[in-house]
Each structure stands twice: as C-alpha cells, then as structure tokens.
C-alpha cells in the first residue's frame, strides 16, 4: 500500500469515484469539494495492542472524516462522521449486542452485524469505547464505527476500505 506522507494543513481532494455512490442503499458518501488535513493522530487500541496512523480530514463543506491505516490487516479505512450526540451515561447497550441498526436518511433501518469485540482506545488525548460493524453493500462492504468519546460523546462514523491512491493532493 501507499506509504502516506500528508501532514496537518494538507489540502486534500478524493477520487472522483469514491464521491459516486457505489448502491442506492450506500450510506457512505464523499463530497466532490476538498478537505483539509486537520490532524495526525495514532489511534491507540490496549486490546488488541495496536497503534493505527489516523487522519482527520476537514471538508470544505463542514463534513468530517477520519482515515486509518490497519497496518496488521493491510487495509485503509475512510470514514465519514455521520452523527454525534451527547450521551446520556451508563453502559451502552450496543457494548453488549452484536448488531446495531441505524435509521437511514430515507426512514429505513439498516442492520449493521458484528465486526469486532468492544475495544478501549485513545485519539488525540481522548479516552475511547469503540465498536466496529459491518453490512454488506451490493459487491463492498460498509463499516459503522461507533465511539463513546470521553463517556460523554457518542459518535457514529460510516466508512469503506479505500485504496489511500484514492486520496489526491490539492
């Protein structure tokens, strides 16, 4: 895979093919607008032990996405910060359950299935819960990364593995 050398306050564009949805029930999408690298962070994981390169993309539009690279599994993956929410204490419950559904913009429900065990993390000074899902999309897959930030935030990432050639400069 490409060896990435971006920094904070690289402009960055995507391939123009990640910004066509690849299914009409895909909820991964990318803007045709740039982005701005806004931070590079490892992501910290205690279980399994792991550091994962991450970097946070700010679109010129306002969206929010996080690219990590899975050096152990060889995969990239792109993530788009879909919602976010403050969180009302206590365990969840998705810590527990290995599906999680999530309402799509046309009122449906769209079953995420398991992917990984509930990890503890840390990114950028914060303290994570995290939880990784996944759904099959015609011939891809889709991931649903949901972290608890901090016990206070819970965010809802939706993503793809990506070719990181996929990502331009400027």
Known sequence: MKNLSFKSGDQIRFDPSLSVMFSSEALFKTPRVPGRISRVEPLHLEEPAMTLPSWQIDGEDGSVFLLVEDNAANLWFLLRLMAESSHPGGMPAWVEQDDYAVAAPGGQTLAFDYYSPP???????????????????????EFLW???????????WIGIVIDPAQLLPG
Request: avoid cysteine; aromatic fraction near 2%.
């Open 119 to 141: 990890m503890l993390g840390r990114l950028a000074g914060d303290n994570l819960l995290l939880r990784v899902y996944i759904r099959p999309v015609e011939d891809s897959e």
């Open 146 to 156: 949901v972290i608890l930030r901090n016990d206070t935030r819970l965010e809802h």
